[in-house]
């Protein structure tokens, strides 16, 4: 065992990184939602909460950037709890990990509180490099175990749903490498990346109960409260928390850190690209409604806000759940959480036979979010453009559709690493 400790103190410095404390400097005058006026098409970005038109960059960055990221938290996420000092400790090395092509480390890192539990990050690394090397960071279903087969992984003794070698709600010898064929963690290496990941248990397990995981540590109250961060927002803070660690590793190149995630997880990458500047890229994949989706559907073959807040009650905190029959009431849609990120890359991958995570509007989510990145001086996505299977459309701002379904392949991850090489260029 290695026993090298990193102590690591973060200071929100002002424009270094867009992290997640506030001072709650609006809340008290964020109207009630059904007092919100209807807005049938997706609000403009570009347009103040008092109707004040946003024309220059300066505005945008010092004014209506952290107006968004105030409403997302209060009317959907819930508030990111401040950063904590981190202390992560490297468990585990093996540099013989897939026949010698890679170093695999295994890194506890503890979020400080007494007894709160720690996110235990697999990171692998090529061993082929000549310097840093970039990183896909995204949070797993099933436990570290699942996504691999080497038996110096420890099995998660979090709690998780039953399925794939989990035997009543714990993960058993059975479950290791079930999600192997959706990692690509060889291919990943081979083509020059490191891949790092989490459970996502590690922060909230998947269940409607706000007392377990990280959240008791980490609010002012005993019980939670209306604006409280939720587990979107859970999860997304844990990636932050694994990207605390990651800008310390001499092996990880600190400026090209990619962050993914499918489905639910897919939506948590797109909160935490929004929220850290330190993420380079952000990749959410068939993320959905509450994510890559806007609320304001016209599909009807996708997920309604109201199901997936009466489905995941614990997902988005209760102001979000206010609009389940009057979506056109919030102040904000999808679109504007990805405009949060401008100019940074965002990619947006779906799949034709998955309507019910809405893939025509997630288009339309990156066309509208392309007025804030023309106004920060980088292209966004044509208003015109068109899906195309199997092909990235866009840019800055992509899009990739094909003909699948609700679920990550090979193919996935070669999209996946493609989009990330040409912007990390």
């Known amino acids: 065992m290695i026993d090298t400790h990193f102590r690591v103190a973060f200071l929100l410095a002002c424009g270094l990184l867009s992290l997640c404390s506030f001072s709650h400097a609006f809340a008290a005058d964020w109207p009630a939602a059904d007092s919100l006026p209807v807005q049938k098409e997706l609000p403009d970005p570009l347009v103040m909460f008092d109707g004040t038109k946003v024309a220059t960059v300066a505005k945008w960055n010092e004014e209506r950037r952290p107006q968004l990221k105030e409403m997302f938290q209060h009317y959907m996420y819930g508030y990111l709890p401040a950063a904590p000092t981190i202390k992560a400790t490297i468990k585990h090395t093996n540099e013989k990990f897939l026949n010698g092509k890679a170093t695999m480390k295994l890194i506890e890192i503890d979020l400080g509180p007494k007894d709160c539990p720690t996110i235990e990050l697999l990171l692998v690394v090529p061993n082929k490099r000549s310097g840093a090397v970039p990183v896909i960071l995204g949070l797993n279903f099933q436990g570290n175990h699942s996504v691999h087969s080497d038996p110096s992984i420890p ?32 291919n990943t290496i081979d ?112 997920e309604p806000v109201k199901r997936i807040n009466t489905s995941f009650p614990h997902w988005f905190n209760d102001n979000f759940k206010l609009f389940n029959d009057a979506t056109d009431q919030l102040p904000f849609d999808q679109h504007a959480l990805v405009a949060i990120c401008a100019p940074r890359p965002v990619l947006f991958t779906c799949a034709e036979k998955d309507q019910w995570a809405n ?60 989009y990330a090489k040409r912007q990390l260029k």
């Open 191 to 302: 083509q020059g990346f490191a891949v790092a990941t989490f459970f996502y248990g590690d922060i909230l397990p998947d269940k409607n109960d706000l007392n377990d995981g990280v959240f008791p540590f980490f609010r002012k109250t005993k019980e939670a409260s209306a604006t409280d961060m939720r587990a979107i927002a859970g999860w997304a803070w844990g990636l932050h928390r694994a990207v605390d660690y990651l800008v310390t590793d001499k092996d990880i190149d600190a400026k090209s850190i990619v962050v993914f995630g499918h489905s639910r997880n897919g939506k948590a990458a797109l909160v935490a690209g929004a929220f850290d500047d330190r993420i380079a890229v952000t990749i959410a994949h068939q993320a959905g409604t509450g994510g890559s989706a806007p609320s304001r559907s016209h599909n009807p073959k996708a």
């Open 359 to 418: 893939p025509a509007g997630q288009l339309q989510v990156l066309q509208a979010a392309s007025p804030v990145y023309e106004l920060v001086g980088v292209k966004g996505i044509a208003k015109d453009a068109a899906a195309r299977y199997d092909q990235i459309s866009g840019d800055k701002l992509g899009y990739f559709i094909d003909e699948g379904a609700h679920t990550v392949t090979k193919e996935h991850w070669n999209v996946f690493i493609k």
């Open 155 to 186: 099995l998660s003794t979090r709690w998780m749903q039953n399925g794939d070698g989990v035997v009543n709600n714990r993960a058993t010898e059975k479950a290791r490498n079930t999600q192997g064929d959706r990692w690509e963690i060889e």
